[in-house]
């Protein structure tokens, strides 16, 4: 029994610790980017030698929205002669085919590329097959949901001009935010994430996430990087892993904004969350040790990565500590260290723990002026709750992933769009 209260104390003594430290992150990100000296991007750079840019579009059953994207790569300003558009059509039963057939027949620059029959289905293999027929030297990836504007491909094409940045990633913003209160809540975790996490990370010199859409790489780097393991569902989180361990970085464009369709069900964002987390995880269970004793990341970017790539198992982490502390409480071991230091430590993190990703998206609100949306941030409370339950079951599905070696299958978001 001795045995077993110490290692319960043990535990809840690492998880405050583990709580510290993301607490400290929180703060640090927000305070650079609310007082910081601010990092630009490349977009001033005026320079009409473009690279060759194939921008892939993966597909399965998109016939709602297949065109929208289409027509705004068409309008693109980019010059046509190095531009290809690659439509990756992955089995799918709709009007998807037809939609992108008929784009190509009027666009000679859009070169579908149809997948069917004993092709292994997914978005890595997907685009495992397009980087060998694409002929662009810089890859630019679009999900097909996405709005990209007219100048965004320039936007983030110019940053290859710098030979140590491996890939790049614009920002991406909800379109559809004044749906309902989860789309609402959505959008203002994405200005947290994008407006304060990713530029700070910028800022800092850190590891900014390339995040699989409204994003690009080099195409000669990854595919001598070995393309995309289809066996892991996140990966533009194992690609940023891999460029950042070949010694290359990823550039962060704030003004490359791109709109997105969040999901408005309450189910198909549980779905969603918990893909997220199970790919996530996957790609932390192995790369962990390869960040920890990378000689190619200073000592600040290993820390960062550590948080990075440990960031969906915090919920589980969490979730562990509420059943820890209710075992404590009945064995009556509720005391684990110093009364009055628990008291200071319980004051503290309920007094500034607590608040920091409030006071991240919060900051985040008011420098995109949209201080009236500040009124939903206790709302967040209820999602952190539906966060930390959907992310622990991914996390458990990661793991169980490691245990039995088992074929990992992609799942589409549902799309709400009327086409």
């Known amino acids: 029994m001795g045995l077993l209260i110490f290692s319960l104390k043990a535990y809840m003594v690492f998880l405050m610790t583990v709580l510290l430290l993301y607490t400290v992150r929180h703060y640090l990100f927000t305070l650079d980017r609310a007082f910081g000296k601010q990092r630009l991007y490349y977009q001033d750079i005026l320079d009409e030698d473009l690279p060759a ?3 892939l579009i993966p ?35 709709d009007r998807t085919k037809e939609i992108v057939d008929e784009y190509a027949r009027k666009y000679p620059f859009i070169k579908p590329l149809h997948r069917y029959g004993d092709l292994p289905r997914g978005k890595q293999n997907g685009l495992n097959d397009a980087l060998k027929i694409a ?3 810089v890859i630019i990836v679009y999900d ?30 909800p379109i559809n935010a004044e749906r309902n209160l989860l789309t609402r809540l959505l959008d203002i975790e994405r200005s947290g994430g994008y407006q304060v996490d990713q530029q700070a990370r910028y800022n800092l010199n850190l590891i900014p996430q390339y995040g699989g859409t409204v994003g690009g790489f080099r195409k000669d780097l990854v595919v001598r990087l070995g393309g995309f393991d289809a066996r892991v569902l996140a990966e533009d989180t194992e690609l940023t892993y891999k460029i950042y361990l070949s010694g290359y970085k990823v550039a962060y464009a704030n ?15 549980s779905r969603q969350l918990r893909r997220w987390s199970r790919g996530h995880n996957q790609v932390m269970f192995k790369y962990l040790i390869n960040t920890i004793f990378s000689k ?47 008291l200071l430590f319980t004051f503290a993190y309920n007094s500034f723990g607590n608040f920091a990703p409030f006071f991240e998206i919060g900051t985040a609100l008011v420098i995109d002026g949209a201080k009236e949306k500040v009124f939903l941030l206790p709302l967040m409370l209820f999602e952190f709750i539906f966060n930390i339950i959907y992310t622990s079951l991914g996390f458990i599905d990661a793991v169980m992933d490691v ?16 086409a």
């Open 53 to 55: 840019v194939s921008v």
């Open 59 to 93: 597909m399965h059953n998109e016939e709602k929205v297949a065109s929208h994207i289409l027509d705004l790569i068409v309008a693109s300003d980019y010059p046509k002669e190095k531009l290809e558009v690659i439509p990756i059509n992955d089995h799918s039963t």
């Open 135 to 137: 002929n662009g030297d």
């Open 144 to 173: 097909a949901d996405y709005l990209p504007p007219k100048g965004q491909i320039r936007t983030l094409a110019v940053a290859f001009k710098d030979p140590r940045i491996g890939a790049v990633m614009g920002r991406v913003v």
């Open 255 to 269: 003004n490359a904004e791109c709109y997105e369709e969040a999901p408005e069900d309450w189910n198909v964002r």
């Open 296 to 342: 190619k990341l200073n000592f600040w970017q290993k820390i960062d990565g550590i948080l990075l790539l440990t960031v969906y198992m915090q919920p589980f982490l969490i979730f562990l500590g509420l059943i820890d502390s209710f075992l404590l409480f009945f064995l009556g071991e509720t005391e684990i260290v110093d009364y009055y230091l628990f």
């Open 403 to 418: 245990v039995t070696k088992r074929t990992v299958a992609w799942q589409k978001t549902e799309r709400f769009r009327n």
